[in-house]
């Protein structure tokens, strides 16, 4: 059974920076194609980032580009997002998830193309 487990969410001033961590175990981590989702309170799950399986093609949603990067390391079984310059409208709840499939294009971004998805790490902006 695939298993998602994410870290390094926390409290963080506005401008900060802050690096989350997904570790799969359950599957061959290099067969799989890696994203973050984020939810607000207030919205709807909303696609952040994806990374192709073997690490070379990735693709961020509009409002986080030129801030998040995603990355992975296939030896540590880990997909990591790193969020740079963080502002209040960043708090959510942020999900990593993950397929076997290679998709491409807007699959990427739609939650429904993932099969897999960890339990979620709280991340909080302050002003």
């Known amino acids: 059974q695939v298993q998602l487990i994410e870290s390094g969410g926390g409290l963080v001033q506005a401008g900060a920076s802050l690096r989350l961590s997904c570790t799969a175990s359950?599957?061959?981590?290099?067969?799989?194609?890696m994203a973050w989702f984020r939810q607000s309170s207030a919205k709807e799950r909303e696609f952040v980032a994806a990374?192709?399986?073997?690490?070379?093609?990735?693709t961020y949603a509009d409002f986080v580009k030129g801030r998040f990067t995603i990355a992975r390391d296939n030896a540590r079984n880990t997909a990591y997002l790193q969020m740079n310059s963080v502002k209040p409208e960043d708090t959510a709840v942020y999900y990593c998830?993950?397929?076997?499939?290679?998709?491409?294009?807007?699959?990427?971004?739609?939650?429904?193309?993932?099969?897999?998805w960890g339990q979620g790490t709280q991340v909080t902006v302050s002003s």
């Open positions: 998830a993950t397929d076997s499939t290679p998709y491409r294009g807007s699959y990427l971004k739609r939650g429904s193309s993932y099969d897999y």
């Open positions: 359950g599957t061959t981590f290099r067969d799989q194609i």
């Open positions: 990374i192709s399986r073997g690490g070379n093609y990735f």
